[in-house]
């Protein structure tokens, strides 16, 4: 298998353009891939380290949220040491000189405002960027269809094509993609099988925080996330995000417990709260935020059969603070003990925080990475943790008391007797 390499000003971006020969594969020699950094450290986290020569990026996010404004300071901190182009759909050259100039970018990116797919290939053979960015990929269309940009045969036809140059020329492309109503991607369904990359966007645009989160990776690990916040210079990498997702004032309140989450390899420490309230209707409510709405149903009828705590008469509301989503089993002990609390009216300690998969027989199961996440609470100063027996650590760490419980009544011992 051959492997193309582009020169950029010393900086070797090697190429995933294979030649189509047949191979053995125990005869493949597997070689670390050569990768560019965007100088920004949170979105190479997301790509698994950097740009990839021949890969396709896509990037999706509600309007307005800072897609574009990424990307331009990606490229502008690129342009330095590989050539770029910046391919818009949606803006006029004046606009994107206008934000590059309230960002501080000095740099001098070559600029392409078109939406025909033949003026953009052609523009892609003529400056041979190592670097394109494509905002977005629902307003370019190509001549040999006839319907309108945006339509799925448009989205469809144009993503192929942008791919299919990619992989022969070497270079890395990132498309900007619009997103529905439901927070997905719009168009069909086989855009995210053709690129390589698939990054989400999130974030609350009355907050000044961003979350990019990878779905989809082909050259890094999926379900990474990377934290920003968006200030009048651009976008800025938020090197310790538990902090923002933390965000306590000291106060010991009832309701409120820490969980230790892991974004890809990423350990977070995120404060869950709950609320109960007498239900004055006959059925009463479930609502949560941020977390699986009936992995908290489960969780309560376990806290009723398992732990002696009945909540058929209470509406119970959860809720992660910061706008993250945890997908994972391992807060189902933060969450019962943050419901506890909050009926029982009796604060979780402040410095202590939890974690551990609940099952449907009230046992307390172990989670992957015990030991780093340890290692994140007591880095944070938390002096306290509560966490499955089989994640106790072999080696005590320093500054932090572990206690390791095998079943819900046992945590739930634990707690009252603090």
Do not use: W
């Amino acid at each position: 298998m051959s492997e193309s390499v582009l020169e950029a000003k010393g900086h070797r971006f090697s190429s995933l353009a294979a030649s189509g020969e047949v191979v053995r594969l125990g005869a493949v020699q597997a070689r670390e891939i050569a990768r560019l950094e965007t100088g920004q450290p949170e979105f190479d986290r997301v790509l698994g380290g950097g740009l990839v020569g021949g890969g396709v990026v896509l990037l999706g996010g509600d309007p307005g949220i800072g897609k574009s404004t990424l990307l331009l300071q990606a490229l502008a901190d690129i342009s330095a040491r590989a050539r770029t182009l910046y391919v818009s759909g949606e803006e006029s050259a004046e606009q994107i000189a206008l934000r590059a100039q309230r960002l501080g970018l000095a740099a001098d990116i070559p600029l392409l405002t078109e939406i025909r797919m033949e003026a953009i290939l052609t523009a892609l053979r003529t400056e041979r960027p190592q670097v394109a960015v494509i905002d977005s990929i629902q307003t370019v269309y190509t001549q040999q269809l006839q319907s309108a940009p945006g339509s799925v045969a448009q989205v469809r036809e144009c993503a192929q094509e942008l791919t299919r140059h990619a992989k022969q020329a070497g270079i890395c492309i990132l498309l900007v993609g619009h997103v529905t109503k439901e927070g997905t991607l719009a168009g069909p369904r086989v855009l995210e099988h053709i690129v390589d990359t698939v990054l989400y966007f999130e974030g609350d645009t009355g907050s000044s925080f961003r979350l990019i989160r990878a779905f989809k990776n082909r050259f890094g690990a999926v379900n990474e996330l990377g934290v920003f916040a968006m200030t009048d210079k651009g976008l800025k990498g938020v090197s310790n995000p538990s902090a923002l997702f933390l965000n306590r004032d000291g106060r010991e309140a009832p309701g409120s417990c820490v969980v230790v989450a892991l974004e890809g390899t990423r350990p977070l420490l995120v404060e869950i709260q709950a609320l109960l309230d007498t239900a004055h209707g006959g059925n009463p409510r479930r609502l949560s935020v941020g977390l699986d709405g009936s992995r908290l149903a489960m969780l309560l009828a376990v806290l009723h059969r398992h732990g002696g705590v009945p909540c058929y008469d209470q509406d119970v509301f959860v809720n992660a603070v910061g706008g993250v989503k945890i997908s994972e089993p391992a807060a189902d002990l933060a969450v019962a003990l943050a419901v506890v609390s909050s009926l029982r009216t009796k604060p979780i300690p402040h410095k202590l925080a939890a974690f551990g998969e609940v099952g449907l027989a009230g046992e307390i199961r172990p989670v992957q990475r015990g030991q780093e996440r340890l290692k994140e609470v007591a880095k944070l100063g938390f002096t306290q943790a509560l966490c499955p027996r089989a994640n106790l650590p072999k080696t005590k760490v320093p500054g932090l008391e572990v206690k390791g419980v095998t079943s819900l009544a046992e945590a739930l011992d634990y707690f009252r007797g603090l």
